[in-house]
């Protein structure tokens, strides 16, 4: 059976949505909109059902659950929720994990990272990625960014069902991307408390012929041929090599829900460049962030000891200059020398360092600090 949102939780969802309108010299604020929206057009609503857990393919202590989505340009659509409790009943404390691009959540150690901690794990695995793919799908096929926002609204209101009163969420690459927008979007509605950004995928790491010509043309033409897949796209393989442990990496993942190489199309261009300019614009988000980053970058070339100690995929550079365009109640920024793109997957010990940044700035929240 799969998570249906209550009618309550739809309202205030739906209300999330709504902006003031004006009629006349009058101003009839969303309430009165999203009521008549709600209770009109939306018919009946089925009260809120209890997810079916089952193990996970990590294995205990992960369980996972499908939610139904609404159906796409694709057809049928689903999301994965996954979680890792830290006692035998939730906690009031939680996090939820965004992954990124061409990826699925796998990081088996965060999540008990967060157990031990006393707070409870949640990732999820977006529509058609890892878990949520399904084969009359294109793998992390996207049009806008903002489809997935139904998917962290649906998570958020879970958590919080569970009995939530404080909540982290936890955005990888352009899973780091979508987290900041949705941030901005959902305002001081917002159902989590903070935000925590590994990486996030500020800029296309290309030169400035492709970012200032190549990439608007493609841009352009996702407007209207989105599912046209660029030839030779996807990302660097050695970076895939770099974490494999059946390549040169320590992890375990699944190589088909995570190929070597991801295909791109033009919509997926498209989406993603819109999100750069929103973030270029300037986000403004109500809760405390902190984002984090690798000291340099490495660059696609021969294959060496380099990828394992800096990012392979993305532009440091770029990743600091749309931090600083965020305004926040506790905006922070931290380097972590040596890391790799994915910070908690780098070698140790890059990682514990990268995982004591983490809780020191969760710790320093709980005081009531703002760092």
């Not at 998570?3 to 739809?10: A, E, H, M, N, V």
């Not at 939820?96 to 796998?106: K, N, T």
């Not at 490495?298 to 392979?312: M, Q, V």
Request: with cysteine; proline share 4%.
């Amino acid at each position: 059976m799969t998570y249906q949102i209550s009618k309550l939780s739809q309202y205030r969802l739906l209300l999330m949505h709504c902006q003031p309108i004006r009629f006349g010299s009058g101003i009839f604020y969303s309430l009165l909109l999203s009521f008549f929206l709600l209770f009109i057009f939306a018919g009946p609503v089925k009260a809120q059902t209890v997810l079916h857990w089952q193990e996970d393919v990590l294995g205990v202590p992960y369980e996972s659950a499908e939610i139904e989505l609404d159906s796409d340009y694709e057809g049928e659509v689903v999301m994965t929720l996954i979680r890792s409790l830290a006692g035998d009943k939730p906690a009031k404390e939680a996090a939820l994990y965004v992954h990124g691009f061409g990826d699925y959540f796998f990081q088996h150690e965060l999540g008990l990272h967060f157990n031990e901690k006393g707070i409870d794990f949640y990732a999820v695995d977006l529509r058609k990625y890892g878990r949520s793919y399904r084969p009359h799908q294109r793998l992390a096929n996207v049009r806008d960014l903002s489809e997935y926002y139904e998917e962290l609204d649906l998570s958020l209101e879970y958590i919080r069902s569970e009995g939530a009163e404080w909540i982290l969420l936890i955005g990888h690459s352009t899973g780091g991307l979508t987290t900041s927008l949705y941030a901005h979007y959902r305002g001081e509605q917002a159902l989590f408390d903070a935000l925590l950004l590994n990486s996030p995928f500020y800029d296309f790491n290309a030169g400035f012929i492709a970012r200032w010509v190549m990439l608007p043309f493609a841009s352009w033409r996702g407007g209207f041929n989105p599912d046209l897949e660029i030839e030779g796209s996807g990302l660097p393989s050695n970076y895939s090599r770099s974490l494999h442990r059946d390549l040169d990496g320590e992890w375990e993942f699944n190589r088909e829900w995570k190929p070597d190489h991801t295909p791109i199309n033009y919509g997926w261009i498209r989406a993603i460049r819109q999100g750069h300019r929103r973030v270029a614009g300037g986000l403004e988000i109500s809760v405390p962030v902190l984002i984090m980053l690798s000291d340099h970058s490495n660059y696609e070339g021969e294959w060496g000891d380099h990828f394992f100690r800096g990012d392979a995929i993305l532009n440091v550079d770029h990743i600091r200059s749309g931090a600083e365009k965020i305004t926040s109640p506790g905006r922070h920024i931290e380097v972590i020398t040596g890391g790799m793109h994915d910070l908690i997957l780098s070698p140790e010990p890059v990682r514990r360092e990268a995982y004591r940044v983490i809780f020191h700035w969760l710790e320093n929240l709980r005081s009531g600090g703002q760092e």
